[in-house]
């Protein structure tokens, strides 16, 4: 006798906007792209806010304190998600950003704009590291590659039409409006992601039993106590660099002072072996800090030389920041589809973005014109999108499934001290060589050459990410 034929019911795979997902995916997107935006039109708006406020000596330390206290968060973030769930950690960072835009555009005096900026930050910071939290909790894992393929969507989308967006919004009507438009947009984003912060965990594991990981990068305090030293650091640092120009003594003593705070917070944040370049993990984490230092270090000045030394107007300085975005998506886009070996494409995006930055200190030169800067923009972000999204998928690849969060919380503080840094001491050098249009010209090209020479680095330490 022969067995009856089953029919198997057809399988429908989980979509990230139909109805069980639509309103939390709709809210995560919205509240990346808000972030996002942020990030992406700041740079637009600052030669205008430095302009109004007297805040050209502190050009770099704004975008520095908003990555600085970001680093923070996104540690305190991720071991708070992990034990209490992503619930109040998302509520608590969006609430802060939301007051930290609102800061910004009431800001008075320069000191007002920079704490608002690091304020931004530490709210900007956990609201990103919970939303990934909270993909892990609410989505099935068939569905988390739809999410997190959207989630890019979010970042790519800001980067292209944030900067032109921020460029007419200050002609118009003014700075202060790029970051007063932004506050109400957060109100729908919450209630959209009401349901999706009660929903029960999906994922393999609760929040409360995700402590499966072992040594001192799942510790708590250990965790917590290096990241403010790391953060604090940081900042300590470029305080330091930045004084060194008028205030010699207390400038190095502010240096000496963030050099030691980082050595002692940082190597218990990132996998051992990570700064002497270990073979494997340690360097591929490491190039995440190298490809960011050497495009944002660029990035954030761009708008300052075209607007000072071209006589580019906001929007026009912003077209330039928008192509480097093309660029970015067009090589992730094209690294998804060549079958590479990791280090090989890694080696080709450091090198993308040494000849865009190379080619971007023309810009600043007598008689070329700063359109130059938009086709040397796009070879940049070309390369940062090979790169970038190699490191992050080989990280991912080389990683113990239970050092994966620790992982990637590594990957994203080098990712954030790697602009940090080179932000910060690219202000600083502004500051020491003058603020005449002939200064910052000689200035963002001793900048370009810097963050060139660390895209080569880069380049030639590519192949030590093979294990």
């Not at 939290?133 to 739809?146: C, F, G, L």
């Not at 959209?192 to 393999?204: C, F, I, Y």
């Not at 004084?243 to 917070?265: D, E, F, I, K, Q």
């Not at 080696?347 to 938009?374: D, K």
Request: charged share 10%.
């Amino acid at each position: 006798m022969t067995a009856p034929k089953i029919l198997d019911t057809p399988y429908a795979p989980p979509r990230i906007f139909g109805p069980e997902y639509r309103t939390a995916s709709l809210g995560i997107l919205l509240s990346v792209t808000l972030v996002a935006f942020e990030g992406m039109s700041v740079g637009v708006v600052m030669p205008a806010v430095s302009d109004d406020l007297n805040a050209l000596d502190l050009y770099g330390m704004s975008f520095s304190a908003f990555l600085i206290a970001g680093l923070f968060a996104n540690v305190i973030a991720g071991l708070w998600s992990d034990r209490k769930g992503h619930a109040l950690p998302f509520l608590l960072g969006m609430g802060l950003f939301v007051v930290g835009m609102a800061l910004a555009g009431a800001a008075v005096n320069k000191e007002l704009f920079i704490a608002s900026r690091a304020i931004q930050g530490l709210g900007g910071g956990a609201a990103i590291v919970a939303i990934y939290v909270m993909i892990a909790r609410v989505y099935v894992p068939e569905a988390r590659p739809k999410i997190f393929a959207a989630l890019s969507a979010a970042w790519v989308l800001p980067a292209m039409v944030g900067p032109a967006i921020a460029g007419v919004v200050a002609d118009t009507v003014g700075w202060r409006w790029v970051f007063y438009g932004i506050v109400p947009l957060v109100i729908p984003a919450l209630i959209m992601l009401l349901p999706a912060l009660r929903t029960p965990d999906h994922g393999e594991q609760a929040a409360g039993d995700a402590g499966q990981a072992k040594g001192e990068r799942s510790r708590p305090v250990a965790m917590t106590l290096a990241a403010a030293g790391t953060a604090a650091g940081a900042g300590v640092l470029l305080i330091g660099v930045d004084r060194l120009h008028n205030a010699l003594v207390s400038g190095l003593v502010a240096t000496v002072a963030g050099l030691v705070l980082l050595g002692l917070g940082l190597p218990r944040l990132l996998p051992r072996g990570a700064l002497r370049f270990g073979r494997g993990l340690p360097t591929t984490i490491m190039m995440r800090g190298m490809f960011s230092a050497a495009f944002f270090g660029v990035n954030s000045f761009i708008p300052l030389v075209l607007t000072k030394v071209q006589n580019f107007g906001p929007s026009a300085a912003g077209i330039a920041l928008t192509t480097g975005a093309l660029g970015w998506s067009t090589g992730s886009y094209l690294q998804s589809k060549r079958d590479i070996a990791p280090e090989k494409l890694m080696r080709a995006g450091a090198g993308a973005v040494t000849v865009g930055v190379l080619c971007t200190l023309l810009a600043a030169l007598p008689g070329v014109s700063g359109w130059i800067a938009v086709p040397a923009w796009i070879i940049a972000g070309f390369g940062m999108g090979i790169g970038v999204t190699t490191v992050s998928v080989t990280m991912l690849k080389q990683s113990p499934q239970a050092e994966q969060g620790a992982n990637s919380a590594a990957l994203q503080v080098m990712d954030t001290l790697g602009s940090a840094l080179a932000i910060g001491l690219g202000g600083a050098l502004i500051n020491v060589i003058g603020h005449s249009s002939a200064q910052i010209s000689t200035g963002f090209m001793m900048i370009a050459g810097i963050m060139g020479a660390v895209a080569l680095a880069a380049a030639v330490l590519a192949v030590r990410t093979r294990a």
